[in-house]
């Protein structure tokens, strides 16, 4: 290839400046249709297999939250990141002997969906003098595959993660089902989310829509909405 690397990084430039534009574009518009202030709405970037140059860009673009599902991956990616203003936000399934790893970078784990993990997180979080802000993974479909609690699970594992040390209960995370419309899901995870802030009232977080459905999360409420396909383009298996 004729083009050399900074001339490559322009250009990526230019497509990411494009799709945060399109992002921030419907994230103000579903903002207004639902009478909501822009600034009640976090974008986290999912980066997932996207290299630490795409992080580095969207850092230089204003993105201080990014999302990643895979420990290996995002642990490589943080550390060549570091010293950049991010906070790096787990959001994929955990497994615990992955907890030391996720926990010497991530500010605020999505995905906890079993008091084993909250009190692994905890452990880890105190061992090292940090703090993690864990939401609950609720499960809104019957898939057990994606992860999550079941609704009337959602209780019990919010009072152990408040009253871990470590732990700080940030409020509640989904994935709307796949396929169909994804309101319902989201109405419900909203009235999850009020239920839940009458016991712990700042667990204000609500983290769902992604980029085809952030408009709808919007509107039912969220708080952290976690793009990746409509920020960085479809994704092509990563190679390490
Ligand atoms: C990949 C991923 C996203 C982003 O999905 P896009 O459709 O690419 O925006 C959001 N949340 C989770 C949990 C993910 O794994």
Same mark, same amino acid.
């Given at each position: 290839m004729s083009v050399n690397n900074t001339n490559t990084n322009t250009t990526r430039r230019d497509e990411i400046a494009a799709g945060l534009a399109e992002v921030e574009r419907r994230i103000a518009g579903a903002c207004q249709s639902a009478g909501r202030?822009?600034?009640?709405i976090t974008l986290v970037a999912v980066t997932k297999t996207r290299p630490a140059s795409d992080v580095r860009i969207l850092a230089g673009l204003g993105i201080r939250d990014v999302g990643e599902n895979r420990d290996q991956e995002a642990a490589a990616k943080a550390g060549e990141c570091a010293g950049l203003p991010l906070t790096w936000h787990f959001v994929g399934q955990l497994q615990t002997n992955k907890v030391r790893s996720v926990v010497s970078y991530a500010g605020v784990i999505h995905s906890i969906d079993r008091p084993k993990l909250a009190e692994a997180v905890g452990r880890e979080a105190v061992r090292t003098g940090r703090e993690v802000t864990c939401l609950v993974q609720v499960a809104l479909d019957e898939d057990p595959g994606r992860g999550g609690v079941v609704p009337a699970g959602l209780p019990a594992l919010a009072d152990l993660i408040a009253v871990t040390g470590g732990l700080r209960l940030g409020g509640v995370m989904a994935v709307a089902p796949?396929?169909? %419309?994804p309101g319902p899901a989201f109405a419900r995870l909203a009235e999850l989310s009020a239920e839940l802030r009458k016991d712990?009232? %700042?667990?204000?977080v609500i983290s769902a829509g992604m980029s085809g459905d952030l408009a709808e999360a919007i509107r039912h409420g969220a708080t952290h909405v976690r793009v990746g396909t409509a920020l960085l383009g479809r994704r092509t298996p990563f190679v390490r």
């Open positions: 202030a822009r600034h009640e796949l396929g169909g %419309d712990h009232p %700042d667990a204000k």
